[in-house]
């Protein structure tokens, strides 16, 4: 790996992360092979196109499989850098705890064609300690190899923890400009790591221990999360006293020292509602402001729904149109997603009267199914809906003028539509002076 001489990489998962990080490694000059268990994405990365929706990937995916630079396959073969990149779950129970089945099936992996001089590194976001978990599997499964930090010795092979730090929409910028922590088991695995991220990697790139790098990364979308949360318990006592929330928001923010964020129906995704459980469950005694905010983000998912559905039985000849199903706007990206929570918990209740609008979507999810909702364009919903409720900020909705909207009773759970209410804040000005 030193000079000019480009090292194999083996990038495990082509999901949201994996994909743009083979790609980009692979612009770099280094050859690629993507792992993933669906023959699907394999097969549709190999013809050059993707099957994710993320800004300019599909040119970059088309230009480094047809040079040659990247390949996907179901199977890991033996190469210079192992990259992982596979989700890790939370169980949807009380204790919230962490799935690391993925991660250690990838070690799994790994350990079988692994060699002396190699380097692992483990970007999925994981609790405390799941880089040593990985080491010591490795250990176990290849005793002829000596592992960093459980022997006096040189360690044959390398590993090390970086998290990406990206907002989709954006990924392939941020993974080249965005700075990186990198935690190496050893100072010698995390010199290795950062030898490696500085081919593509044009940001600063810190280096520090494995596990603080592991806590930097939950700590990141655990701070947006408390963030989060106070605008979203904002926005809850707001409608119990009958406030504008967003004007109060507005009002606020003028003060030189406050900088409150927009709420919304929740919070989604795979990061900001995932990530503060992993601390939670790690030491859930101390992190009682951390379980609190995941626990008013979702609340205001419930509170939304109880909200919608009165607006619904309050018209009950309407049809009803949800709009947006993505975590946020203008991705493609489901997960976690409260806007899918509502629409979905709306399609079960209310039946064929229910019209989704997902500009980033062909089908609807599989809990709509033998509801009766049905999956329509923006136009449709628009001329046919009596109840719309805006759940996602897409800069399609964004853009929908005044007059095709004034028709319809309104829940907008985004702030995008407040002109009505600013109309309606101006004549009872007018009429009390």
Known sequence: MLGDIKPTV????????GLPTAA???GAGCPVLGFDVSQSVVDTINRGEIHIEEVDLDGLVHGVVQRGLLRASTRIEPSDVFVVAV????????DHKPGLSLVLAAATEIAAVLKRGNLIILESTSPVGTTEQVRDLIAGL???????????ESADVSIAYCPERVLPGRILVELTHNDRSIGGITPRCARKALAFYKRFVRGECLTTDARSAEMTKLVENAYRDVNIAFANELSMIADEMGLDVWEVIRLANRHPR???????PGVGGHCIAVDPWFIVHGAPEQARLIRTAREVN?????????RAIALVESAPTQQVGCLGLAFKANIDDLRESPARFVAAS????FGKRV?????????LPSEFAETGAALVDLDTALETCGVLILLVDHEVFRAVPLDERRHAQLYDTRGIWNDLGQAASALRLRLAS
């Open 10 to 17: 083996c990038v495990v998962g082509l999901g949201y992360i």
């Open 24 to 26: 980009i490694i692979a």
């Open 87 to 94: 989700p890790t779950p939370f169980a949807k129970d009380e």
């Open 142 to 152: 290849r005793p002829d190899l000596k592992l960093p930090g459980s022997t006096a």
């Open 258 to 264: 406050v900088n409150i964020l927009q709420p919304g």
């Open 298 to 306: 979702d609340a205001k998912m419930r509170h939304v729904l109880a």
């Open 346 to 349: 709306l399609a079960r209740r």
């Open 355 to 363: 019209k989704v609008v997902e500009p980033f979507a062909t089908t």
